[in-house]
C-alpha cells in the first residue's frame, strides 16, 4: 500500500512536472536506451553478442540500465514513462527496509521504517529523478540485510543459501554504481574478519561467496577496467578540484553532510525519530532497567551505517545524492524511536510529516515551473525527412533543460537514429566543424555551461558562407535557437576516413603523435555521433591488405581502430605485425604491451617489453616491462618498477612537450 501510495503521488508529480531531463538525467534514459536496444527489446537494435553489450557501459556498471531498458520496452521511451523503472527500484527498496525492520523488531517496526522512506525528501526527490541513486539504494540495502542474516543464520542448514543470496545482493549493488564500495566496503570486510574467525564451513561458504561475486563481476570490468578507472577518477578527483569541494582535511569538509541531513531526512522525521530514542532511553532509566549494548542485528545495521557515514565523509567528491544509500538505515534508527513515542503523538507526527513532504513538492513544482523548451519541436523537424536516418545533430548550447544529451534521447526514441553532439566551446572546433558538419543547433542569449568563446564559433559558421539558416525557435527564457544546415551550393563534407590512415601511422613517432590524433579523433566523435567513419577505415585497410600484406598504414589503422572499439586482443594482433616490420621502433611493442595490459594477460605484456627493451632500449618499454612484471607476480621487479615507471613517465611528457 505504501508503494502504491508513493508511485502514486511521483505520477502526479510526473504530470505537473514537465521539465526536461537534464545532463545526467538524459545520460542514463540514453544508457537505458543503449541497453534496451542491445537486447532487442526496444525498436533501432538487436542482439549483437556480449562484447558488444559490455561496450555500452565503459564507465557505469550495466545492471541499472538493463532493467531500466527492459521497463522502458514494456512501459514506454518517454521520460515519464521510463521512470516507471524507479518506482520498481523504489518497490525493491521499501521490501528490503520493511523486512529488515521486521527482523530487528517486529512488523510496526518494518512498516515505520517503509514510511519514513516514503516522506525523506532526498528519497522523495529521487524517486523521480533518473539517476541511478534509488537502485544503489535498493541494492546496498539488500545487500547489507542479507550480509548481517549470513553472519548470524538462524538455522546452520541455511547458511549456505544466505552466503549465496549475500553474494549475489553484493554483485547487483556494485553492478549498477561503483560508489555502493562507500556503503558496502566496511560490511564487507567486516563480515569476511567474522567469518575467517569463525569455523571451517563459514571459511568455505565466505570462499564461494566471493569467488560468485568475482565471477558476477570480472566480465564487465575485464571489458571495461580502463575506462572505468579513468571515469571514477573524472568523478571524484577531477569533479572535487573543479567544484571546489571541501575535503576531509578541513572541518568544512566534516561537517558538509551533516548541516545538510535534516533537510535530506527531513525535519519532522529526523527530530520525531531523535525525539523518541531519547524517550525510550528515559524510560529505561525511570524503569531503572540495566543498560545493555545492543544485540549483534543492531549492531550490524548502526556499524554498517557509521563505516559507511565516515567513507562518505572521507570522498572527496560531495553531493547530496551519495548520501542516499544511507538513507535507509537512518529510517529504521529512526523508525525505532518514532513507535516509543505516545500514540497520540506518534499519529500527529505521522500526518504532520505527510503533509510536510507533499507540501514540499507542491512549492518545488511552482518554483520550478518555467515554459518547456522546444526540444520535440526541434527533433521532429530535423527527424522530418527520414526520421530512421542516422545523423548527428551538433548542439552548441548546454543547459540543463536542452542539451546534448535529450537531444540524443528524444532523437532516438521509437527506433529514430539521430544523436546529439556538442561542439563550441573551444575555437579549435571550427575548422572541423566547417569542413564536416551538416546541421548545427545554434543560440543566441544564454548559452548554459558553454564558455564565453562560443560566440566565436557562432560567428564563425554564421558568416562562413557554407551554412544557411534554416529555422528558428524562440527560447522560453529569451533568445532562440537556430538550425544551420549546409548549403547544398557548399564543398562536400570532408569525411575522416580519408584521413585518419595518415593520423594512424604517427602513432610510429609514440607519444608525439598521440597529441593531434586525439585531439582530432575526439573532435571528429562530435562531429559524427555514429563513428560511421569506422566501418569505412575498416573495409579500406583490409581491402589493401589482402593486396599487400605488409601495408603499414593500413596496419596501423587496424591497430588503432582496435583501441578506439576495445577491442585489446585485436588491437595486440596488428601491433605485432607491426613489431616484425619494425624490429627497432620501440613503439610498436610498448602499444603492445599496454593493450596486454588492458587484457588482463600481464605475463605476455611483460614478455613482449622486455624483448622491446633488448632490442631497442627505451625508458617506457623499459617501465612497461617492470609494471607488468609485478602484475603478473614477480614482486621482486618492485623496487625497479620504482625507479623505471617515473623515468618512463618523464619521457612521455618530454616528447609531448616537444
Known sequence: MLWLISSGLDRLWLHLDQRLPAWDQADYLNSALDHGRALGLIEGGSWQGWQALLDLSPKIPPLASLVNGSVIAIAGDAPDQAAWALSLWFGLLLLAVALWGRQLGGEALGLMAALLCCLMPLLAELRVDFVLEIPVCASCTWALWLLGRWLQPQLKTASWWQALQAAVAV?????????????????????????????????????????????????????????????????????????????????????????????????????????????????????????????????WLLGSMAAGALLTVLSPNKDPRYLAPLMPLLAIVLARGWLALPWPLLGLGIFAASGFSLNARANAIERQSTPAEPLEAIVR????????????LIVVPSTGSFNQHNVSYFGRRA??????????????????????????????????????????????????????????????????????ERKQTAPKPLRFAAEFPELAAGLAKGPQGLAPLFEAIGTQ????????????????????????????????????????????????????????????????????????????????????????????????????????????????????ARQSIPKAVQAVEQQLAN
Open 415 to 484: 527506433g529514430a537514429q539521430l544523436v546529439g553532439r556538442q561542439l563550441g566551446n573551444n575555437p579549435a572546433h571550427i575548422p572541423a566543424a566547417l569542413a564536416s558538419a551538416e546541421q548545427m543547433l545554434l543560440g543566441t542569449g544564454y548559452q548554459g555551461s558553454v564558455g564565453a568563446e562560443v560566440e566565436i564559433f557562432n560567428q564563425a559558421i554564421r558568416q562562413s558562407g557554407i551554412f544557411k539558416l534554416q529555422k528558428s525557435w524562440p527560447k522560453p527564457l529569451g533568445g532562440n535557437f537556430e538550425l544551420w
Open 171 to 299: 554483485s547487483a549493488a556494485l553492478l549498477i554504481k561503483q560508489s555502493a564500495l562507500l556503503v558496502l566496503l566496511p560490511a564487507l570486510a567486516w563480515a569476511s574478519v567474522s567469518a575467517l574467525r569463525q569455523g571451517r564451513g563459514r571459511r568455505l561458504q565466505l570462499l564461494a561467496a566471493m569467488a560468485l561475486v568475482l565471477a558476477l563481476l570480472l566480465p564487465w570490468l575485464q571489458h571495461n577496467l580502463i575506462t572505468t578507472l579513468g571515469g571514477t577518477q573524472r568523478a571524484t578527483l577531477e569533479s572535487a578540484a573543479r567544484e571546489g569541494d571541501p575535503n576531509a582535511s578541513s572541518l568544512a569538509g566534516w561537517f558538509w553532510y551533516p548541516k545538510r541531513l535534516p533537510a535530506l531526512a527531513g525535519e519532522l522525521p529526523l527530530g520525531g525519530g531523535i525525539v523518541g530514542l531519547v524517550v525510550a532511553a528515559w524510560r529505561r532509566q525511570k524503569a531503572k532497567k540495566a543498560w545493555h549494548l545492543p544485540n549483534q542485528q543492531w549492531c
Open 525 to 640: 566523435h562530435q562531429v559524427d555521433g555514429h563513428r560511421s567513419y569506422q566501418k569505412t577505415v575498416r573495409k579500406q585497410a583490409l581491402t589493401q591488405l589482402r593486396r599487400d600484406p605488409n601495408n603499414q598504414k593500413a596496419l596501423w589503422s587496424m591497430a588503432l581502430l582496435g583501441v578506439l572499439e576495445n577491442r585489446a586482443l585485436e588491437a595486440e594482433r596488428w601491433f605485432a605485425r607491426l613489431e616484425q616490420l619494425n624490429p627497432k621502433n620501440p613503439w610498436p611493442p610498448a602499444y603492445r604491451a599496454a593493450v596486454l595490459n588492458a587484457a588482463w594477460q600481464p605475463w605476455r605484456a611483460k614478455a613482449v617489453a622486455d624483448a622491446g627493451q633488448m632490442r631497442s632500449p627505451n625508458p617506457v618499454l623499459k617501465g612497461l616491462g617492470d609494471l607488468s612484471g609485478v602484475a603478473a607476480g614477480e614482486l621482486w621487479r618492485l623496487n625497479q
Open 381 to 392: 523537424y530535423v527527424q522530418a525527412k527520414n526520421p530512421n536516418s542516422a545523423r548527428t
